[in-house]
């Protein structure tokens, strides 16, 4: 599986941007989650949002309300519609994929794009 993100970019406080990652390779067929995760400088990965193949989402806590995950499933593309953006929201956003099966889970990650929100 390769992940292709896009989107990232400079915004101010309050500002918009919308991620989008396109997934390629061997994820037909499989069940799979796809999401968005993010890593600030010198803190761990996050998990940011993620959503399931039949559309169940998950968010993190510091981010809901202000972020929208969704995904085109015909197109194997994931948004994060992020909007309301705080200096806290900098980092490194990375795709995440991970293909479920019933013995173990596979994760496959993009190339990061940086998100910068300036105060």
């Known amino acids: 599986v390769q992940l292709q993100a896009s989107g990232g970019g400079l915004v101010e406080a309050g500002g918009s941007l919308t991620l989008s990652c396109t997934a390629s390779?061997?994820?037909?067929?499989?069940?799979?989650?796809m999401g968005w995760y993010r890593q600030a400088p010198g803190k761990l990965r996050e998990m940011v949002a993620t959503i399931e193949l039949g559309g169940r989402t998950n968010y993190a806590d510091n981010v809901k309300g202000r972020f929208t995950i969704s995904r085109d499933n015909a197109k194997n593309t994931v948004y994060l519609q992020m909007n309301s953006l705080e200096p806290e929201d900098t980092a490194v956003y990375y795709c995440n994929c991970r293909v479920v099966t019933i013995t173990t889970d596979y994760d496959y990650w993009g190339q990061g794009t940086q998100v910068t929100v300036s105060s």
């Open positions: 390779g061997r994820t037909f067929g499989t069940n799979h989650i």
